[in-house]
């Protein structure tokens, strides 16, 4: 009698206790309209414009089958939809019988009302239905909003009410197109059936960024929006989604890292773009100042703006002190060879075919250089394209210090059949302040005070003109070419910095029509015009020049030494050189002068033979570079320093011989 009662009592507890208390609890959601709306708008709040897909917030599941869920479904027979439920299920048998639907599309509706504490003792039901639909639900944030600007997108963030109606529209019509095929036959127990939902094209277009890098500019703006939000008050006042967006900008951080581009990210990307849309959803709720935010985002702004100024200022001032700044190899290269050439008895020291430098029939050119490595390109390069290096000459003029250097190169590197001769400016005796007014010029202390002064240097807009490089004669040799080479009627002027890559020979055969010069004109460019160059605010520049002529390229040119002579353009040169003694004309430099001197004397040449921009313009395409006669590195990044443009440095490098024993020794590799 005992067992029997002790049975009874169990029974009471396990199953009818159970089934009274089930019964009383669906019966109160049937009746109650009020929890039915306070149900919906539960759900419905977890809408995010559109967003479908599954909750990252919470941990996911790997399994493939969906698992009873453990919480409360409700049957829903009515006409209203929820938004972003995206879910049908069949419900069990005395719900069917009761209602008598048992053939109808019964929408399942899971009321989610976890919290901590339960996410860590309980299996959540949201997440076994929406892990069924991962494949499924995209979220829509991979491809909309792509082209905005991260300040709209804070402040949509804010919008919230503005938004709601629409977002509801859309993620209807997303869910729209999801059905789940019920069976004839009625199932005895509640579970969930696996479904496999149909895709629309238009979600499968989707799935792929409709531009590039779209992913990386998205977690960017997410970061800038969490932002706001940690500045903003309400964030403070709550400490758990500080402690959560905080987490979230630190999962982002690490995944953005330096990628500029989507295929930079890791594979959990997405993820954690996901992750962080939903904190942003609930800071989204939390906030609704959008005066704030938009007063945050403009003071970040502002900030920005004063970070990319002195950022700017910086880089000018830097990348002039590295242009200015000789490498450790270069420097030691010239040392190197000094020691050698000292080292060799006076008559190792001459060069072959000195029988030729004065040949007016042969192809000369005229290089002024302290760079020997440079030089040595230039060289190279030319020798190499010639079709008959036995008749081209090459005439280098270099300084006192590098002189030795300079010839002892050349004289265990001989350019093949080419004839080379190297001077030393100190020879050019008749080059004398005296006679030169540019040479009085740079001699004078107002001269080197502008240059060496820093602390004016660092202030002065125009810091690429405050290059000591323009204290140096060699610089300015160009405009006495036919007192260097008397018996020369063309001579072809080549700067350090080109590389050839023709036979330029056709250049001696050119008619120029009565002018001086032949260059490449550079007004493709409105930068390149002479009033980029000239101060045409004084009256003796614009009564003079057109200040939208076209200007031309120094680095390639070939002049015509006898009508130099004959139009004596050295005097030309120096008239202009004399009024300029105040630096109020132009600044310093030497194609100013060069636009003046040779003013209405130069014939353009095609653009083919010579193609500039590739020392400080990523641009230049690689057909231009290749179809070109003459490749130029002008401005700051050189090919052998270090912050010269890489994809440019091999049509150089490929002319240096890297396992010269000198370079070697200097350690200067590619």
Known sequence: MMVRNVVMVMLCVTVIAPIVLYT??????????SSTNEFVEDVATFAFNGHTGRLNLLPQESSTTLKEPIGIVYSDNSTKALPNSGVSARSTDTVNSSQGESREHLSARVLYTTNEEDRSQTENPIRQVANGFQQGNQIKSDTDGEGERSTENATDAVDENAKSVESQRKSDETSNDMEVKHEQSTVASSRVDKVGPRRPKTEKQNDQPAI????????????????????LPATRNNPHFTRELRLRVKEVQRAVADASKDSDLPKNANEKLKAMEQTLTKGKQIHDDCAAAVKKLRAMLHSTE??????????????QLTAKTLPKGLHCLPLRLTTEYYS???SERNFPNQEKLEDPQLYHYALFS???????VVVNSTVFHAKDPAKHVFHIVTDRLNYAAMRMWFLVNPPGKATIEV????ELTWLNSSYSPVLKQLGSQSMIDYYFRTHRGST???LKFRNPKYLSILNHLRFYLPQIFPKLNKVLFLDDDIVVQKDLTGLWSLNLKGNVNGAVETCGESFHRFDRYLNFSNPIISKNFDPHACGWAYGMNIFDLSEWKRQNITEVYHTWQKLNHDRQLWKLGTLPPGLITFWKRTFALDRSWHVLGLGYNPSVGQREIERAAVIHYNGNMKPWLEIGIPKYRNYWAKYVDYDNVYLRECNINP
């Open 370 to 376: 302290d760079n020997v490595l440079a030089a040595a």
């Open 460 to 462: 002065d807009p125009n």
């Open 306 to 319: 004063e970070q990319l100024r002195v950022h700017k200022k910086q880089t000018v001032f830097l990348t």
């Open 24 to 33: 009383d609890r669906l019966g109160s959601f049937q009746s109650s309209s």
């Open 423 to 426: 001077q030393n400016i100190e």
């Open 344 to 346: 060799l008895n006076p």
């Open 212 to 231: 590039p890098d779209a992913r990386v500019r998205q977690l960017k703006d997410q970061l800038i929006r969490a932002k706001v939000y940690l500045s």
